[in-house]
């Protein structure tokens, strides 16, 4: 039983940051069509980041924070590669994003180095239903939780939300407003970028990050967005949450290289699932 209750908490934990990394995929894809395929390498790099800050004697929160905003700065960057120009197609930014994935790896490399990387997070453990959960764990959760009701309240309550909202359901409608379409994808960008660092910088000290970690996250995020049908931050929690945890008892009960196997598996699965809904909705 407490080795259940180990594994469904770190599964929890871990879906969490898949359901972050997603939530940038959601984001960016509801206001430009585009899937960013650079997510998973911000959120490698938020976690080498916040290792580099806080070796260099930066204090906690505030190492952590000034990975979150350089991630940030560096998703702005990539909005402005992939769609900074007017009229470019969806499938040239995606292009572009997969191109600047291979960049970035190739830049860590270059950076910190192909051995994992992982900083310091917050020490102890607590006893839950009898099983020793690291303190850490509970603050990836916490902290996912606390990001999308932030989010929920962002898109409903403040201007900048509203703007990005309609310029994801109408875009034409939108610009008749005076809603720069354009500039709400740099937004959605530069806002994925702090939701993967933030994912990377909470993951990092319980799931060491290397060059290579940016595929498994990346898949694993993009599966939860799919569950998410590439448009709900909520339903992209639970799809991540759920993924997390599958996940973690399969590498517990199982094996652990069968993680990302795990993933694609589900994300076929439910791509399936919602084509045939979406046939028997057209058929009506």
Known sequence: MNELVGYLVSGVALGSSFALIGSGFVVVHRVTRVVNFAQGSLAVLGGMLSASLLGGRLPHGVGELVAVVVCGAVGL?????????????????????????????????????????????????????????????LLVLVATLL???????????????????????????????????????????????????????????????????????????????????????LRTLVGGLCLGVAGQLT???????????VALLLMLVIMIARSKSFVAEEAK
Do not use: C, H
Request: glycine residues 12%.
């Open 77 to 137: 960057l990539m909005g402005i590669l992939a769609v900074g120009r007017r009229g470019t197609p969806p499938l040239i930014s995606l292009i572009v994003t997969l191109g600047i994935s291979l960049l970035a790896s190739a830049a860590i490399i270059w950076l910190w180095g192909q051995d994992p990387v992982s900083p310091p997070g917050l020490s102890g453990s607590m006893t839950i239903l009898g099983a020793s959960v690291e303190r850490q764990r």
């Open 147 to 233: 990001t999308f009701a932030a989010l929920a309240l962002v898109f409903s309550r403040s201007y900048l939300g509203k703007a990005l909202t309609a310029s994801a359901s109408n875009p034409f409608a939108a610009r008749m407003v005076g809603i720069d379409v354009r500039r709400m994808g740099l937004v959605a960008f530069a806002l994925a970028g702090v939701l993967g660092g933030l994912a990377g910088v909470l993951v990092a000290p319980t799931n060491a990050l290397s060059f290579s970690s940016d595929l498994p996250l990346a898949l694993s995020g993009f599966a939860a967005a799919v569950f998410g049908g590439l448009t709900s931050p």
């Open 251 to 261: 590498a517990g009960y199982l094996n652990g290289s069968y993680q990302t196997e």
